[in-house]
């Protein structure tokens, strides 16, 4: 753990808050036991596949159409079909990597150490590799032949996907605290959604890097820097016409994804991000409660709270089912409807911190470890 310039790391700022994540003899505060589930549905596992460890550094498969793109801290990239599992090819990028993965089918990114970006085609042939202005944490995005880079400086740069060569470059001012996270970007016709720190979701032109809007998830409160920290957490998600995202310490809230205008917003706490589906909302807290909020208002529809300090993931939406990962590596299924325990699966044991993905009919999880699973409900 390290507090450096104006980062401090995710994990001792939830300590220092007072939401110690893991057990130990120096705090009342204990993940919650898992209880055993009587019925319900016991996923069945579709295909692992093995990477090396992401270390302090997280790892989001990328799916473009049928295939899977995954990476390593230790420096390999691979492209595998979603379906099945099976290695299309495997490549080792010589270096360590901090991010990814970002393609849109054609180009396929990852950031490496000290601020390296390395693009690779579909085949596995490196196109190029850039310097970003300091180390990259989020995931690249790839699209509208750009890709597009966001440091831990807060700069948000584009290079041309074919050349490398930089087109565009947008420096913002960064709070005095931060989440040591990822905050994420999406890429959605002719802009790029940007999460940033101080709860502000920042909307580019992707061809020029001017600014089309900019709205407030949370607003940073109290009276300490440290009460302050309120950056957005998480990939933003669009859906429809909608864009969504939720802040620590500060709100869920939803927006028109082509103005700006405010949908509705609702207190919540999350170092995870959102996913959303046709009827919800749904937010993994940094106290390890799921709850979903009706797309349409932003009205409760319902809480689970027996994972408590389990270290949850972003939740991703899954037929009737809602699914999450937790720190032991274990993946929980939840009732769309009302948030009931319906099955649980074991994966290898070590925290799941990526986004999970859906793939038709499998969901895939990484883990810190370098596992990706794919599981299914018949």
């Known amino acids: ?119 690779y085609d579909a085949s596995g042939k490196q196109l190029w590799k850039a310097q970003a202005s300091s180390e990259v944490l ?18 948000i740069t584009a290079f041309d996907a074919k050349s490398g060569t930089k087109r565009w470059s947008v420096a913002r001012t960064t709070p005095a605290l931060t989440l040591r996270n990822a ?56 859906f429809e016409k909608d864009v969504c995202a939720v802040s620590y310490q500060g709100r869920v809230a939803c927006f028109d994804a082509l103005t700006g205008a405010p949908h509705w917003s609702k207190p919540a706490s999350s170092d995870v991000g959102v996913t959303v589906d046709q009827r919800f909302v749904f937010v993994s807290d940094d106290k390890g409660e799921v709850a979903a909020y009706s797309r349409e208002n932003g009205s409760n529809a319902w809480k689970n709270d027996k994972l408590s300090y389990r270290r949850l993931s972003t939740p991703v939406s899954y037929g009737r089912a809602v699914a999450v ?6 993946v929980h299924l939840l009732s769309r409807e009302d948030g009931a325990f319906i099955g649980r699966a074991a994966t290898d044991g ?17 883990t810190q470890s370098g596992t990706v699973t794919a599981l299914a409900v018949e």
């Open 1 to 119: 753990m390290r507090i450096t310039e104006k980062v401090i790391t995710a994990s001792l700022l939830a300590t220092l808050a007072g939401c110690s994540l893991f057990s130990s003899k120096d705090t009342k505060i204990q993940p919650a036991a898992l209880v055993e589930l009587k019925g319900g549905v016991t996923p069945r596992t579709v295909w692992k596949y093995s990477l090396g460890k992401a270390g302090n550094a997280v790892f989001t498969p990328a799916l473009v159409g049928d295939s899977l793109y995954v990476a390593d801290g230790d420096g390999v990239l691979a492209r595998l079909n979603a379906a099945s599992g099976k290695e299309q090819w495997r490549v080792k990028t010589g270096t360590d990597l901090t991010a990814g993965v970002g393609s849109d089918g054609e180009v396929v990114a990852v950031g490496g150490v000290k601020g390296a970006i390395l693009a």
């Open 138 to 155: 989020s995931s690249p995005v790839v699209g509208g032949g750009m890709v597009v880079v966001r440091s831990v400086d807060n700069q």
């Open 183 to 238: 905050p994420g970007m999406v890429i959605n016709g002719a802009n790029v959604y940007v999460a940033q720190p101080g709860g502000k979701l920042l909307v580019l032109v992707l061809a020029t890097g001017l600014q089309r809007f900019e709205v407030v998830v949370g607003e940073p409160r109290g009276a300490t820097e440290l009460e302050r920290v309120t950056d957005i957490a998480g990939t933003p998600v669009i």
């Open 325 to 330: 990962g937790d720190f032991q590596g274990y």
């Open 350 to 366: 070590s925290p799941i911190q990526a986004d999970p993905v859906i793939a038709g009919a499998n969901l895939i999880f990484q």
